[in-house]
């Protein structure tokens, strides 16, 4: 699935979300910044990742790699001339494309919270992990993490991956855009005021 506000405007701009627990958090948020561009005259495309949504593909046999192909062919697919990666979108960000990450997080700062997470889970049913324990497990069959199964590769990579990938895009803090952290919720929120700055940002960089 795709969503996408195509108008065959000149600037395209192909968004790579958010991952994992994170992404079901900044969906709606994602969707209000796609039209806060689109009135802005820029069209936008949110393609799912393969394994994910309504993606037939096993989960279980991604890897970042994989995704950072896919995220490759869909920019030329949608023609994109530019990027916007959300949080660790930036993982799966192609080479050779200009544009923005939003607030960036590396591999290890994903997989660690959500192992955190699991393990304050397994807590309060009376189960005691470690970190450590995950790790090993995780490394060498995989791991269920925030609700998704992760196979061993993809937990290897996330392990070792961090932001400095594309040198060609332009970090947005998000303390730029003074508004509270939506991945730091509980449940799905979304902030028109913060779609909008991040849109503001965007369109004044490309001289929109």
């Known amino acids: 699935m795709v969503v996408s506000l195509d108008r065959q405007r000149p600037q395209r701009l192909l968004i790579l979300p958010a991952l994992f627990a994170e992404a079901n958090?900044?969906?709606h948020q994602t969707i209000l910044?796609?039209?806060c561009l689109d009135k802005a005259g820029i069209d936008s495309f949110l393609p799912d990742l393969p394994g994910c949504n309504e993606s037939l593909a096993p989960l279980t046999e991604q890897t970042l790699s994989s995704w950072q192909k896919a995220a490759d062919a869909a920019a030329t697919y949608f023609r994109a001339t530019d990027i916007?990666?959300?949080?660790?979108?930036?993982l799966l960000a192609?080479?050779?494309f200009s544009g923005w990450s939003y607030a960036p997080v590396d591999g290890p700062s994903i997989l660690r919270k959500m192992i955190r997470s699991r393990i304050i889970g397994q807590?309060?049913?009376g189960i005691a992990e470690k970190r450590e324990d995950l790790m090993i497990r995780g490394r060498?069959?995989?791991l269920e993490l925030a609700g998704y199964r992760l196979g061993p590769a993809m937990i290897e990579q996330l392990s070792r991956t961090g932001t400095a990938r594309p040198g060609n895009l332009i970090e947005i803090p998000h303390s730029q855009l003074q508004e509270g952290p939506l991945w730091h919720r509980t449940e799905p929120d979304s902030n028109q005021k913060?779609?909008?700055s991040?849109?503001?940002?965007?369109t004044k960089a490309a001289g929109q």
């Open 25 to 27: 958090l900044l969906r």
């Open 33 to 35: 910044i796609m039209h």
């Open 84 to 90: 916007l990666t959300i949080r660790g979108g930036i």
């Open 94 to 96: 192609p080479q050779h």
């Open 123 to 125: 807590r309060e049913t």
């Open 140 to 142: 060498s069959e995989g």
């Open 194 to 196: 913060e779609a909008q």
């Open 198 to 202: 991040l849109t503001d940002y965007i």
